[in-house]
């Protein structure tokens, strides 16, 4: 009998080219398995199982974990505000861990020899891949024939050419990852430090041109309410809105950042919805939260998003993390009301019952109601004291 291995697939040039090649070249039992996280539809599901099988997969199966992610992870990012050097919300990054999670597990299951993945050598997702099967089934051993073989995306369609796989290769160009919370694009252009992705790359297309105002609402930090319409699982806010806000072309950029391996990396992305959201939710806690509140979360945010970032989600200081963050929403209530425009988009205001700028004590550049100008004097003599007493001996002004 053949040893089993279990294939990370997507239906891509890399994963196809594994499937193919570790059942023609090594002799295994393949078994394809697309870990869903939000980014497939029926359609896109069954024609990648029909892909998955002419390509000589023994099984196949699609694992669902949208729900899984967004509970223990886009909520999170959410509570966090988290965006990798103030642009990308992390989309790729965040969701490899729990798909290579639901993969492992299956592997564990059919009683898997050997897993596999089609992650190159100069990527941050080989060591994602890796290290979560390395953790949670160290005695299944890990084969990454892409990487090993150190193939070009041309080498790989001329080895599925020659072994009679017939694919629309032009659409191969890019290398595009799709999930619940965005989509990354790379292709020549990311490989430059001068180059734009041009206008056809990006999967979405602008189709409205007339500006829209619409409401977010957010019960607990968590989005529970897209233009008056209220949802009881916000995975389905979270589709509605990215259908709304992607026709504008919103969400879109490019994102330079440090690899885990080293070295620097380029990839463009489009996320409406995600940063519809980060954004909408960070203006409603301007108004809802204390100055200190908002500063150590910002930095408990930060280091949240470089964990996930670093394949560390499995460090037990991540659910120390999530603990904080989730305490910190109490009192994030209200509509957020935005307006969108063609690559673009405005806060407009918020509307909730724990703005802290409703307040009796005073309105910010217009009156005080609740001490006296002597009372503001001698605040202010006080506070300088140290000050003073610096400049005084220092004399440096």
């Known amino acids: ?73 886009i909520k999170y990012m959410v509570f966090g505000n988290v965006l990798r050097n103030n642009t990308y919300p992390i989309s790729v990054s965040s969701e490899r ?38 953790v949670l089934a160290p005695d299944i051993e890990i084969l990454t024939p892409t990487r090993d073989l150190t193939l070009t995306r041309q080498q790989e369609i001329d080895y599925l050419k020659e072994h009679g796989v017939e694919a629309d290769w032009t659409k191969m160009a890019y290398s595009i990852n799709k999930g619940l919370w965005g989509t990354s694009i790379g292709g020549k252009e990311t490989l430059t430090s001068d180059q734009t992705l041009p206008e056809t790359a990006y999967p979405s297309q602008l189709e409205e041109k007339e500006e829209r105002e619409i409401t977010l609402d957010f019960v607990e930090g968590e989005l529970k309410g897209v233009d008056g319409k209220r949802y009881f699982n916000t995975v389905e806010a979270i589709r509605d809105l990215e259908a709304i806000a992607g026709k504008y072309g919103i969400g879109r950029d490019m994102h330079i950042g440090d690899t885990i391996i080293g070295i620097k990396g380029r990839v463009g992305f489009e996320a409406a919805a995600p940063l519809l959201i980060i954004k909408a939710h960070q203006m ?30 499995l460090d037990p200081v991540m659910r120390d993390i999530e603990k904080f963050l989730e305490n910190t929403q109490q009192t994030v209530s209200g509509k957020v009301i935005v307006k969108l425009r063609p690559y673009q988009f405005v806060l407009v205001g918020i509307e909730s019952p724990y703005d802290l700028m409703k307040s009796d004590f005073g309105e910010y550049g217009e009156m005080n109601k609740a001490w006296t100008s002597q009372d503001v004097k001698g605040f202010t003599k006080i506070l300088g004291t140290s000050l003073k007493i610096y400049n005084s001996v220092n004399k440096k002004f």
């Open 284 to 313: 409603l806690e301007k108004h809802t939260l204390t100055k200190w509140q908002m500063y150590w979360k910002e930095q408990l945010s930060n280091w949240y998003g470089m964990f996930l970032h670093e394949s560390l989600y």
């Open 1 to 73: 009998m053949k040893d089993k291995v279990v294939l990370a697939y997507s239906g891509g040039l890399d994963t196809s080219f594994c499937a193919k090649y570790l059942s023609v070249e090594k002799g295994l039992e393949v078994y394809t398995a697309l870990a869903n996280t939000g980014g497939f539809g029926k359609e896109e599901l069954e024609t990648i199982e029909k892909k998955a099988y002419e390509l000589g997969s023994a099984k196949h199966v699609t694992l669902d974990v949208t729900d899984t992610y967004y509970e223990k992870c």
């Open 97 to 134: 861990v729990f798909q290579a999670i639901a993969i492992i597990e299956y592997a564990k299951k059919i009683g898997a020899k050997y897993v596999a993945h089609g992650s190159t050598g100069a990527g941050n997702d080989q060591v994602r891949f890796d290290l979560t099967f390395e």
